[in-house]
C-alpha cells in the first residue's frame, strides 16, 4: 500500500503549524505582572524537615495565563500559597504589579488579607451559611477599608459578577444547595468580584466529573480572556495545562524544570521527566557522549541505533539522558522512504490496537519498543515488517532517563529505569 | 552581602518595629493566652506557693514547711485519705457493676423495651447530686427517713422497737451507695460505646466452637472487654475524686471526712487557709497524677489493643428466654431507685408545709403554698437572679474563650499552641475545691486585694470558667478540626483581617456546637454547688448556696425540697431542649 510521506502530506496542504520551532505565539513581550524570585519553602514536622520548595523563580506577564503544571505533591499548591500570603517562604521576593508583597531580605509581608487577589480553591470553599450572593458580596464588604462601596454599588457589582458565571438566577440561593459545576463557577464569581491584580486557581476542575470538566475548561479561558485578569493556574492535568495556557511551568519536587510556551512544552522538553509527564512520549537511552553533525545536530548511539537529534539545551548530554519522540511523529511506511533519508530503521509490529480515531502499534527495533499512532487507514497486522522513520527535527536529546512516571511513560524496554535526579533528591 | 552596610540596616526594619508587627497580627491569639494563664496557671501556682507560708491569705508571713508537717501528722489527714479511698474505689466499682449490667442489657440482649430502657438509664442526668442526696436523707435518715419508718412498722411485728434505724444513711455505704446510682450514667453512655466497638466475630468464633453463652461471655466476651473496663473504671475514680456533694451533704453530718471535705472544713469553716492550701496542693497532685496516667498510658493502651475493630454492624444479640423480663424489672428498679424515689420524696416533701416523720394523715396536709412563698422570696429571687447572671456570663465567656483558644490551636501556627492546649486541658485534672481555694486566695491576696473582686460575682465566675474550660476547649477544638481550613482562608484571601473572618465565617460556622456547648455549660454553672459554695457570700448568693443553705443551716427540709423540685424541671427542660439543639446542629452541618 502506498503511504504517503511528510512531503506528500504537506504538499495536500496539510499546513504545520505545530513544529518543533520555539512557539511565538505569545506575541510580543508583556509587562511583568508577578514576580517571583528565590522562593524557598520548608515544612518542619515531628520528624523530618522537608523542604518543599526549592528556590523557585518566574514572572508572569500582564494578562497572562500562567500554569504551574506537576504531579501531585511537587509543590503547585504550596507555591501558590505562598503567593497569596497563606504561607510564609523562608526565603521569597514576591512582588505584583510593582509592589512588593513579601521580602525576606526586609522582613516585609503583606498578609493574604491586604494582597488583593482573588483565590478559586480545589475544594471552592463556598461559605456554607451564606447565599450566593452573600458569597459574593463578601469580598467586596471586607474591602470596604480600601475601597468604600455603597450598598448599591455592592449589588450592582454582585449582579455583574453573577451574570460573568451565569449565576444570577441563583442569587438567594443557600450556597450548598448549588450542583458542583454551579459552585465552582460561584467560586469564580467571588474570586473576580473585587477585580484583583491577580486570579489564583488551585485545581479548579479536579471535583468536576469529565464531561463538565473538558466544558469549564472553555468557559474558565473564555472568561479569563474577557476579564484579561492575570491568572495563575495550578493543575496536574497537562490537558488542562495545554488548553488553556499562554505559559506553563512544569514542577518537579520543588524545583520548576522548564517554562515556555505550550508547543515548546511538548515538543522541546529539556528533560526525560517534562517529557514524559506531559503525553505519552518514546524515550532512547543514549549509550555514548555525542558526536556532532553539524547546524545544531548531534549524533547519539541508542538501542535502536545511532540517531540524529537535537539538543533540548547547551547542557552538555551523554550516557544517562535520553532521546525523545512523541509516538505521533514517526512516521511508518511498508516501502522504504526515499533514500538519502535519515533516522530510518527496520522494525516489526507487534501489537496494533485499534482506536478508531487512530491506530496505536508497537514496534520493535533492535530490541527496544517504539510506541506508536497513525492513521486508521492504515491496515498493519502484528508481525509486518516495516521501515519506521524518527524525523531528525522531532528527535531532542533530553537530559535525564525514564522515571517511575506510571503511564505516561512508552519507554524502552529491558533498561533499568534510573531514577530522575530531581525526584531522587 | 552589601557594600553599603548604612542602606542594608535601612532596609532592615527596627526590633521593635518587627515586634509591633508581629502583635498586630496576633493580639487575639495573645488576649486568649492571656485570660488562659490568669485563670488557670496564676490561680494555681498562687496556691502552691501560699502553701509554703505563714500568715493569712490577706497578708502571708514567713516561708515555711509548717503547713505540710500539719497535715502530715493530723489524724484528720490519714483518716480522710483512707475514706477517700475506700469511697472513690468502692463507687468506682460499684457503678461500673451496675453500668455494666445496664449496657449490657441493652445492647446485647434481647431484653424487651430497650428504647424506653435507655431513657430509664439516661435521666438521672438531670439530677444533681445535692438534690439525689438530700432525697435519700429524706428516704433512709435514721428517724424520720420514710423507708426506715416503713421497715420499722413491718418489723415492729418482729420485736424491732429501737426509735431509729434500721437503715443509716450516714455512713460509709450510705455515700457509697448514693453516689454509685447516681453516677451510672455516664459510665453507662462510656460502656455502651465500648460495647459498639468489639468485633462481634470474636464471640462468634467462641460460639462456632461450641462454647455455651454463659462460657463465652466468661472466657472471651470479658477478657477481650477487660482494658476498655478498666479504662472506664478508672475515669470513674477520678470523676468521684472530685465529687463533692455527697461527701458534703452525708459525709459530713456523720463526720465522715473526705479529702474535699477536709478542704472545705479547714478553710470554710476554721479558716486555716495555709494548711487548707497545702491539703489542695497534694489533692492537686494526687489528681494530676491519676489524670495523666490515665490520658498517658491507660487510654492509649486501651486504643491499641486489637480486640476493637471499627466495623459498624451490630453484635450478635443474646437471648435471654425466661429471663428477659425480670432482666427489664432489673432496669426499672435502677430507675425507681435513681430517680422516681428521689423525685417523688423531694414533690411529696415540698408539698407539706413542715417536713416531719412520714404518716398516712399528713397527706391531707399537702399545699402548695411552699411554692407561692419561694416565688416571692426575696432572698430566693436575688439569688435565682444571680445564678442566672453567673451562669449566663460563665457559659458565654467560657465558650468565647473555648472557641479563640480553638482557633489559635487548631489553625493559628503561633508558637507555644501545643502548650496552650495543654494548660487548657489543666482544669479537667483539678478538683473543684482546690479551684475554689486557689482563687480566693489569689484575690485575697495583697496583690489582688484591692480590687475588692473578692466576694463578688465575678471571682466566682471566673472561677466556674476554669471549671469547665477544658470540656469547651475539647469539644471546640474537635468541631474546628471539623472545619475546612479553605473556608477560612478564602476569606483572608477576600481581604477580610482575622477579627471579620471569626465573627463572620467561623463563628456562624461553629454556631451549631457553641450553642450546645453554652447550654451545657450553663445548666452545670447553674446547678454548681462545688466550686460556689466556697466562693458565694451571703450578699452575692447563688441559687444552689441558697438550697444548701435552706436545708443545712435552717434545716426547712420542705423549702428545700420546693427549691429542688423547680431546679430539677428547669434543668431537665433545659436539657431537653439542649438535646434538639444539638442534633438539630448536627443535621444543619449536612
Ligand atoms: N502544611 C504542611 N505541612 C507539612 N507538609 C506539607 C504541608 N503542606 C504541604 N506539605 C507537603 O508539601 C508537599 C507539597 O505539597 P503541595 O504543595 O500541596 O503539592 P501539590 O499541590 O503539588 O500536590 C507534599 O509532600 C505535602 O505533603
Ligand atoms: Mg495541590
Known amino acids: 500500500m502506498e503511504v504517503p510521506g511528510r512531503d506528500e502530506m504537506n504538499g495536500l496542504g496539510l499546513q504545520e503549524r505545530d513544529g518543533p520551532a520555539p512557539d511565538k505565539s505569545t506575541g510580543p513581550a508583556r509587562p511583568v505582572q508577578l514576580t517571583v524570585r528565590n522562593l524557598v519553602k520548608t515544612f518542619a514536622s515531628r520528624q523530618e524537615i522537608v523542604q518543599v520548595i526549592k528556590d523557585v523563580s518566574f514572572t508572569i506577564g500582564q494578562g497572562e495565563f500562567f500554569t504551574l503544571l506537576g504531579p501531585s505533591g511537587c509543590g503547585k499548591s504550596t507555591t501558590l500559597r505562598c503567593i497569596a500570603g497563606l504561607e510564609r517562604g523562608d526565603r521569597a521576593h514576591i512582588a505584583v504589579a510593582g509592589r512588593v508583597l513579601a521580602d525576606t531580605d526586609t522582613g516585609e509581608f503583606v498578609p493574604a488579607s491586604d494582597r488583593d487577589f482573588g483565590m478559586v480553591f480545589q475544594s471552592y470553599a463556598i461559605w456554607p451559611h451564606m447565599t450566593v450572593a452573600q458569597n459574593v458580596a463578601f469580598p467586596l464588604q471586607a474591602n470596604q477599608r480600601r475601597q468604600k462601596l455603597s450598598r448599591k454599588e455592592i449589588a450592582e457589582r454582585v449582579e455583574e459578577a453573577l451574570n460573568l458565571v451565569r449565576l444570577d438566577q441563583y442569587g438567594g440561593r443557600i450556597a450548598t444547595k448549588l450542583s458542583g459545576g454551579q459552585q465552582q463557577r ?99 537511552s543514549i549509550m555514548r557522549p555525542p558526536v556532532t553533525a553539524g547546524s545544531g545536530i548531534v549524533s547519539v548511539e541508542t538501542g535502536i541505533g545511532s540517531l540524529l537529534v537535537n539538543p533540548a539545551s547547551d547542557r552538555p548530554i551523554g550516557p544517562g539522558d535520553s532521546v525523545v519522540i512523541r509516538p505521533e511523529d514517526l512516521q511508518v511506511t511498508i516501502e522504504p522512504p526515499p533514500a538519502g533519508r535519515a533516522n530510518v530503521f527496520r522494525g516489526r509490529v507487534r501489537r496494533p490496537t485499534f482506536l478508531g480515531e487512530n491506530i496505536e502499534l508497537e514496534i520493535e527495533i533492535g530490541g527496544e519498543l517504539l510506541m506508536t499512532r497513525q492513521h486508521p487507514r492504515f491496515a498493519f497486522g502484528a508481525g509486518d515488517e516495516v521501515y519506521v522513520e524518527l524525523p531528525v527535527d522531532r528527535c531532542v536529546a533530553v537530559s535525564g532517563a525514564a522515571a517511575g512516571v506510571g503511564s505516561h511513560i512508552r519507554g524502552t524496554i529491558g533498561d533499568p529505569a534510573t531514577p530522575h535526579k530531581n525526584a531522587a533528591q | 552581602m552589601s557594600a553599603d552596610p548604612i542602606a542594608d540596616n535601612m532596609r532592615r526594619p527596627l526590633a521593635s518595629a518587627r515586634l509591633l508587627t508581629w502583635l498586630r497580627d496576633h493580639w487575639i491569639s495573645l488576649a486568649a493566652a492571656a485570660v488562659l494563664v490568669w485563670i488557670v496557671i496564676i490561680p494555681l501556682a498562687y496556691l502552691i506557693v501560699f502553701s509554703f507560708r505563714s500568715g493569712t491569705a490577706a497578708a502571708p508571713g514567713d516561708w515555711t514547711l509548717a503547713n505540710y508537717a500539719l497535715v502530715y501528722t493530723s489524724r484528720m489527714t490519714h483518716a480522710a485519705l483512707g475514706n477517700t479511698l475506700i469511697y472513690t474505689m468502692m463507687v468506682a466499682t460499684l457503678s461500673m457493676a451496675i453500668a455494666g449490667g445496664l449496657a449490657w442489657l441493652v445492647e446485647r440482649t434481647d431484653m424487651p423495651y430497650r428504647g424506653a430502657a435507655w431513657v430509664m438509664i439516661l435521666l438521672p442526668i438531670a439530677m444533681p447530686g445535692m438534690l439525689s442526696s438530700m432525697a435519700w436523707i429524706l428516704l433512709l435518715g435514721p428517724r424520720t427517713g420514710l423507708i426506715n419508718v416503713i421497715l420499722r412498722g413491718l418489723l415492729a411485728p418482729f ?337 477580610a483581617r482575622k477579627v471579620r473572618v471569626l465573627a463572620r465565617i467561623l463563628f456562624p460556622l461553629l454556631l451549631p456546637t457553641f450553642v450546645a456547648g453554652w447550654i451545657f455549660v450553663a445548666a452545670n454553672a447553674f446547678r454548681n454547688l462545688n466550686v460556689s459554695l466556697l466562693l458565694s457570700t451571703p450578699q452575692n448568693e447563688l441559687i444552689s448556696v441558697t438550697l444548701y443553705d435552706y436545708w443545712e443551716r435552717q434545716a426547712d427540709f420542705s423549702m428545700a425540697a420546693t427549691l429542688g423540685v423547680v431546679l430539677v424541671v428547669g434543668l431537665a427542660l433545659l436539657t431537653v431542649l439542649a438535646r434538639q439543639l444539638i442534633a438539630r446542629g448536627y443535621s444543619g452541618n449536612e
Open chain 2, 159 to 495: 420485736g424491732y422497737d429501737a426509735p431509729s434505724g434500721p437503715i443509716n444513711i450516714y455512713s460509709m455505704e450510705g455515700m457509697i451507695f448514693v453516689e454509685s446510682v447516681r453516677g451510672s450514667t455516664t459510665l453507662f453512655l462510656m460502656l455502651v460505646a465500648g460495647f459498639r466497638l468489639m468485633d462481634p466475630a470474636l464471640e462468634e468464633a467462641a460460639s462456632m466452637a461450641g462454647a455455651r453463652t454463659g462460657y463465652t461471655l466468661r472466657k472471651v466476651t470479658l477478657p477481650l472487654m477487660l482494658p476498655m473496663l478498666l479504662a472506664t473504671w478508672m475515669y470513674s475514680f477520678i470523676g468521684t475524686l472530685d465529687d463533692f456533694e455527697t461527701p458534703l451533704l452525708i459525709g459530713l453530718p456523720a463526720q465522715i471526712y473526705l479529702l474535699p471535705t477536709v478542704i472545705y472544713f479547714t478553710a470554710y469553716l476554721s479558716s486555716s487557709w495555709g494548711l487548707a492550701a497545702a491539703y489542695a496542693t497534694i489533692f492537686l497532685l494526687i489528681s494530676v497524677i491519676l489524670v495523666v496516667v490515665y490520658h498517658r498510658v491507660v487510654l492509649r493502651r486501651t486504643s491499641q489493643f486489637a480486640t476493637v475493630s471499627g466495623k459498624a454492624f451490630r453484635p450478635r444479640q443474646i437471648e435471654l428466654g425466661r429471663m428477659r423480663w425480670p432482666a427489664l424489672g432489673l432496669v426499672i428498679l435502677y430507675f425507681i431507685l435513681a430517680v422516681m424515689l428521689p423525685l417523688l420524696i423531694l414533690v411529696l416533701a415540698s408539698l407539706l408545709p413542715f417536713y416531719r416523720v412520714p404518716s398516712i394523715e399528713m397527706f391531707g396536709e399537702l399545699t402548695l403554698a411552699n411554692y407561692q412563698q419561694l416565688f416571692s422570696n426575696t432572698r430566693v429571687l436575688r439569688a435565682a437572679g444571680n445564678s442566672l447572671w453567673v451562669s449566663f456570663w460563665v457559659a458565654t465567656g467560657t465558650m468565647i474563650l473555648a472557641f479563640l483558644l480553638a482557633w489559635v490551636i487548631v489553625r493559628q501556627r503561633v508558637p507555644g499552641r501545643v502548650i496552650l492546649d495543654s494548660i487548657a486541658f489543666i482544669p479537667h485534672a483539678i478538683p473543684a475545691v482546690v479551684v475554689a481555694v486557689a482563687m480566693i486566695m489569689f484575690y485575697l491576696s495583697p496583690a489582688m486585694h484591692w480590687t475588692g473582686l473578692y466576694g463578688g460575682l465575678i471571682v466566682l465566675s471566673l472561677a466556674l470558667v476554669t471549671r469547665f474550660i477544658a470540656f469547651a476547649s475539647r469539644t471546640s477544638n474537635a468541631a474546628m478540626t471539623q472545619i475546612d481550613a479553605s473556608l477560612e482562608e478564602a476569606a483572608y484571601v477576600s481581604g
Open chain 1, 186 to 284: 460561584l467560586a469564580l464569581a467571588r474570586a473576580l468580584v473585587t477585580r484583583p491584580d491577580l486570579l489564583l486557581l488551585d485545581e479548579p476542575l479536579s471535583n468536576l466529573d469529565a464531561g463538565l470538566r473538558d466544558h469549564m475548561r472553555g468557559e474558565l479561558r473564555a472568561m479569563q480572556l474577557r476579564t484579561g485578569v492575570t491568572t495563575l493556574y495550578v493543575t496536574h492535568d497537562q490537558a488542562e495545562a495545554f488548553s488553556m495556557s499562554d505559559v506553563i511551568a512544569v514542577m518537579d519536587s520543588g524545583v520548576l524544570v522548564q517554562q515556555g510556551a505550550p508547543r515548546d512544552i511538548y515538543w522541546r522538553p529539556k528533560t526525560a521527566f517534562v517529557a514524559t509527564f506531559v503525553g505519552q512520549t518514546n524515550l532512547l
